[in-house]
């Protein structure tokens, strides 16, 4: 395989990963509903027993997707971690107390108390849900740094009217498209806690949890519809970063990501347009006829909206990590990525991949029984 091809071959790997994290993320969105869902300690048994046995998988997700954009685009690490680093310290602190807060909540004696452990898993499914949101924004959006020469010494802030937070100004400024990356995050929250409530529904026995799981998925699909159709119409009208195929120059163009969308025969488009009919039509299932197999039609759906989300972002002669400061240190899937050796080492390296996958899906299969009160009295309950 050609250099190019390898480079195309790992945005698509990172693209199916990424759009599987989402896919995975219905448990920070039930973590973020867990005090709406459970009155009491019984539903709350119920509650996070149910999320706590899908936590970890989630995990193993998020590791791929981490390790397959840093180890092919590794330019990216450098530049994202050596200057936005705030957003991705709170990101991945958000994932350590969320493991602390599952293995600790029901511990016998814990100094903390079970209600501080469930603060843990509310920031991780509110904060860092977010977070990630709108770092993703930046992909589209752009980040304030430079990249100097054949050196690829980078500079942070240095865009005049920009604002130095070291990642954090992608969600609380509204200067270079902070308000979309914002809008990004919240969608992204409230499309979390959709599938993570028709998660429930599908996965407990309890009837009032149940009731109460259809209900908030209906409240919040409600709430995610002008914040998922506003990130679309800005995405669709804002100005791109085209990287012109001959010169590898990067220019804003009008509707850029737009020209994305349908290049190709629409692709993208009809993969984007399949995922969102599936989502609402699993919605429709799971909250307004309280079927099971609404979370999975949904969640489908989701993965291929978000699959599409990433190939817009890093196909189409795009920059995936554009910089606002300087158009021509923005990140391409060319220039970020590794050597020919390197990608093509790791193209055997990605045969593995599956083998992961079918231990996640063996897992969940073995832990595919829906929870009981059998389940949430065992000793080993979260």
Request: aromatic share 16%; glycine share 10%; no cysteine.
């Given at each position: 395989?050609?250099?190019?091809?390898?480079?195309?071959?790992?945005?698509?790997?990172?693209?199916?990963?990424?759009?599987?994290?989402?896919?995975?993320?219905?448990?920070?969105?039930?973590?973020?509903?867990?005090?709406?869902?459970?009155?009491?300690?019984?539903?709350?048994?119920?509650?996070?027993?149910?999320?706590?046995?899908?936590?970890?998988?989630?995990?193993?997700?998020?590791?791929?997707?981490?390790?397959?954009?840093?180890?092919?685009?590794?330019?990216?690490?450098?530049?994202?971690?050596?200057?936005?680093?705030?957003?991705?310290?709170?990101?991945?602190?958000?994932?350590?107390?969320?493991?602390?807060?599952?293995?600790?909540?029901?511990?016998?004696?814990?100094?903390?108390?079970?209600?501080?452990?469930?603060?843990?898993?509310?920031?991780?499914?509110?904060?860092?849900?977010?977070?990630?949101?709108?770092?993703?924004?930046?992909?589209?959006?752009?980040?304030?740094?430079?990249?100097?020469?054949?050196?690829?010494?980078?500079?942070?802030?240095?865009?005049?009217?920009?604002?130095?937070?070291?990642?954090?100004?992608?969600?609380?400024?509204?200067?270079?498209?902070?308000?979309?990356?914002?809008?990004?995050?919240?969608?992204?929250?409230?499309?979390?806690?959709?599938?993570?409530?028709?998660?429930?529904?599908?996965?407990?026995?309890?009837?009032?949890?149940?009731?109460?799981?259809?209900?908030?998925?209906?409240?919040?699909?409600?709430?995610?519809?002008?914040?998922?159709?506003?990130?679309?119409?800005?995405?669709?009208?804002?100005?791109?970063?085209?990287?012109?195929?001959?010169?590898?120059?990067?220019?804003?163009?009008?509707?850029?990501?737009?020209?994305?969308?349908?290049?190709?025969?629409?692709?993208?488009?009809?993969?984007?347009?399949?995922?969102?009919v599936a989502f609402v039509y699993g919605v429709f299932a799971g909250a307004f006829q309280g079927k099971r197999v609404g979370f999975w039609i949904a969640n489908a759906g989701v993965l291929f909206v978000v699959l599409a989300i990433f190939m817009t972002a890093g196909y189409g002669n795009s920059a995936f990590y554009p910089s606002?400061?300087?158009?021509?240190?923005?990140?391409?899937?060319?220039?970020?990525?590794?050597?020919?050796?390197?990608?093509?080492?790791?193209?055997?390296?990605?045969?593995?991949?599956?083998?992961?996958?079918?231990?996640?899906?063996?897992?969940?299969?073995?832990?595919?029984?829906?929870?009981?009160?059998?389940?949430?009295?065992?000793?080993?309950?979260?």
């Amino acid at each position: 395989m050609t250099h190019s091809a390898l480079q195309h071959y790992w945005w698509f790997i990172v693209s199916l990963l990424g759009a599987m994290l989402v896919f995975m993320m219905f448990v920070q969105g039930g973590q973020s509903l867990a005090m709406q869902l459970a009155n009491s300690d019984e539903e709350e048994k119920y509650v996070y027993n149910s999320l706590g046995r899908k936590w970890e998988l989630g995990f193993t997700v998020l590791v791929m997707f981490g390790g397959a954009l840093y180890a092919a685009f590794p330019l990216f690490y450098s530049v994202s971690f050596g200057g936005a680093y705030w957003v991705w310290y709170i990101i991945l602190f958000s994932f350590v107390v969320q493991a602390v807060g599952y293995e600790y909540r029901t511990k016998p004696d814990n100094i903390l108390g079970k209600k501080v452990y469930q603060g843990f898993l509310y920031f991780n499914g509110f904060i860092g849900t977010i977070l990630i949101g709108a770092a993703v924004g930046t992909f589209f959006t752009g980040s304030n740094f430079s990249v100097h020469g054949i050196t690829r010494e980078l500079t942070w802030g240095v865009a005049k009217d920009g604002i130095n937070l070291r990642g954090l100004e992608a969600a609380i400024s509204f200067n270079h498209g902070a308000l979309f990356n914002l809008i990004f995050g919240l969608m992204l929250l409230f499309l979390v806690r959709v599938t993570g409530a028709l998660w429930v529904n599908n996965n407990v026995t309890n009837e009032a949890v149940k009731k109460k799981a259809q209900k908030l998925a209906k409240i919040n699909f409600f709430i995610l519809l002008p914040f998922l159709l506003a990130m679309l119409v800005m995405l669709v009208t804002m100005k791109g970063y085209h990287v012109d195929p001959k010169t590898q120059v990067v220019s804003l163009v009008d509707g850029h990501y737009l020209n994305s969308l349908l290049a190709g025969g629409a692709y993208k488009l009809i993969i984007l347009l399949v995922g969102a009919v599936a989502f609402v039509y699993g919605v429709f299932a799971g909250a307004f006829q309280g079927k099971r197999v609404g979370f999975w039609i949904a969640n489908a759906g989701v993965l291929f909206v978000v699959l599409a989300i990433f190939m817009t972002a890093g196909y189409g002669n795009s920059a995936f990590y554009p910089s606002y400061a300087d158009l021509q240190s923005s990140l391409t899937i060319q220039n970020a990525s590794g050597s020919l050796v390197g990608l093509r080492t790791m193209f055997y390296v990605s045969f593995a991949i599956p083998f992961v996958l079918i231990e996640v899906v063996y897992t969940w299969y073995v832990m595919r029984k829906p929870i009981n009160e059998e389940d949430v009295e065992d000793k080993h309950a979260y």
